[in-house]
């Protein structure tokens, strides 16, 4: 799968790590280096598997983007992404840089600024240290995702298994809140058995 990357942080470079490891094609965008960009591309293959590209590329020229930035740059990125109807967007972003009102998700702010996307909230729950750490353990831990977008979901399930985690499917955005900040399944690693237990009790 064609991967964009739209920032390249603690977990979006992460993330390009077990992508291109799995096989995957990254197109990494936006930091405040562009060295940076450029580094992270040549340690992950240069060209072959990773290029450094503008946020355009990484939205329009991929088959899913993950969008792993913080808020208070969200409307710069959006003016840069092009129009992103229908286009599959995996939201990591957890809320700690915006004041959101009471009940509304990230994964809503986010849908509510790129109107028109096909949203999966996933990669958001696990801490960026343990990303590399824990993908391909016994058992597998669990990476949670919520979407209302059936086919973009079961898409990025193959993408969560490729990279060694066990996709663990918490319906949809209606039940965002459980891996968002608060949430039982919020920063923590889980096996799926202890990840069903935790389900049954909520
Ligand atoms: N860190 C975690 O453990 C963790 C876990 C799960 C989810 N999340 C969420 O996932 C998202 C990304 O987290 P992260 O830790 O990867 O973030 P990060 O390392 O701070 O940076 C993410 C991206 O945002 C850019 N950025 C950060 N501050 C900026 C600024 N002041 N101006 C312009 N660009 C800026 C970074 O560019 P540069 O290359 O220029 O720094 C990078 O491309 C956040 O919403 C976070 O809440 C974080």
């Known amino acids: 799968m064609k991967i964009g990357i739209i ?22 965008s936006w930091s405040r280096s562009p060295e940076k960009l450029v580094r992270l591309s040549i340690e992950l293959g240069n060209h072959k598997r990773a290029k450094a590209a503008s946020v355009l590329e990484a939205t329009q020229d991929v088959d899913i983007s993950i969008l792993s930035i ?14 992103v109807t ?26 509510r ?11 958001n729950s696990l801490r960026h240290t343990s990303l590399l750490t824990c993908s391909h353990t016994d058992p597998l831990t669990i990476s949670p995702l919520c979407s209302d977008d059936d086919n973009a979901k079961e898409l990025v399930k193959t993408v969560i298994t490729s990279i060694g985690y066990d996709p663990f ?17 919020y920063n923590i690693e889980l096996s799926r058995q202890r990840a069903e237990k935790l389900k049954q009790n909520d």
């Open 70 to 83: 913080r808020f208070m740059i969200m409307d710069e990125i959006k003016k840069q992404m092009g129009d």
């Open 113 to 123: 600024r790129l109107k028109g996307i096909r949203i999966v909230k996933a990669f």
């Open 169 to 185: 499917d918490l319906g949809g955005l209606e039940n965002v809140f459980l891996q968002e900040p608060g949430g039982p399944f």
């Open 7 to 28: 920032g390249t942080g603690n977990i979006g470079s992460n993330l390009a790590r077990l992508f291109v490891a799995a096989g995957h094609e990254v197109v990494l």
């Open 86 to 111: 229908g286009k599959i967007i995996v939201d990591t972003n957890n809320p700690y840089d915006i004041k959101l009102p009471t009940g509304v998700s990230a994964a809503a702010e986010v849908c």
